[in-house]
């Protein structure tokens, strides 16, 4: 089945340092979705993205929409220790309507040292 | 605005018990429904979805069952627990939007341990 690379697996950063993490497919997407998970909760829903290119922000964080629609990235800006936790991709193939599924990547879990 | 609630949030079990974890979406309505198992390497495996009341579709072979009994309340169960069904399990929900992919929110979980 379609599986979603994402990277890196963790990184440990200081606090006020920006921060990078990517995640790319075989297969195109029409939706790409990142979330973030705190330990012990479920994940929450940080941005959404539905259109090649779209460039998204929801305050520190930026989210892009790959132009090939095989990929998107997340930046965190300014780290702050709450930042801490496992950050999410999931998208969704274009199939033609009928799929109801996310596929998930692996996560990035991210340090922040204050 | 839409919440989503499940219940128990820790579980204990003993192996070969039953199971029964309930998860319910207020302020929406014919909301698409998901179970998902989080092992310890934290990848999502979905079990389970539903588009419809009574209607599952199954996506791994394996020990749990699903029910949809009412719109908005979604049901995971087991006649007999397993060790390896340990884990935490989510549930999500999504609203069909045809201009746009799905975008799934999900539950604050439910910790199961089976001894």
């Not at chain 1, 089945?1 to 920006?18: C, V």
């Not at chain 1, 095989?70 to 009928?98: H, M």
Request: glycine share 10%.
């Amino acid at each position: 089945g379609q599986q979603l690379n994402q990277s890196p697996q963790s990184m440990f950063i200081q606090e006020g340092e920006d921060v990078s993490m990517n995640c790319t497919s075989s297969s195109i997407f029409n939706t790409w979705l990142w979330y973030k998970q705190d330990p012990g909760e479920g994940p929450v829903l940080l941005i959404a993205l539905y259109k090649a290119g779209e460039l998204t922000s929801n305050g520190r964080l930026t989210a892009q929409f790959g132009i090939t629609r095989k990929d998107s990235f997340l930046n965190i800006s300014a780290s702050i220790p709450s930042d801490v936790g496992i950050y999410f991709c999931a998208g969704q193939e274009d199939s033609g309507g009928s799929n109801y599924k996310l596929t998930f990547g692996k996560g990035t879990l991210l340090t922040v040292n204050p | 605005s839409q919440t989503i609630h499940q219940w128990p949030a820790t579980l204990v079990q003993p192996v070969g018990s039953p199971l029964s974890l309930e998860c319910t979406v207020e302020g929406t309505s014919n909301p698409n429904l998901y179970w998902y198992r989080q092992a310890a390497g934290r990848g999502l495996q979905l079990l389970f979805y539903s588009v419809g009341i009574g209607q599952i579709s199954s996506e791994v072979p394996q020990n749990l069952s699903a029910s949809r009994p009412q719109d908005r309340q979604f049901i995971l169960s087991s006649k007999k627990l397993l060790l390896s069904d340990s884990g935490f399990y989510l549930c999500a929900w999504s609203v069909r939007r045809r201009a746009r992919g799905e975008t799934q929110y999900f539950g604050p979980g439910t910790r199961l341990l089976v001894l």
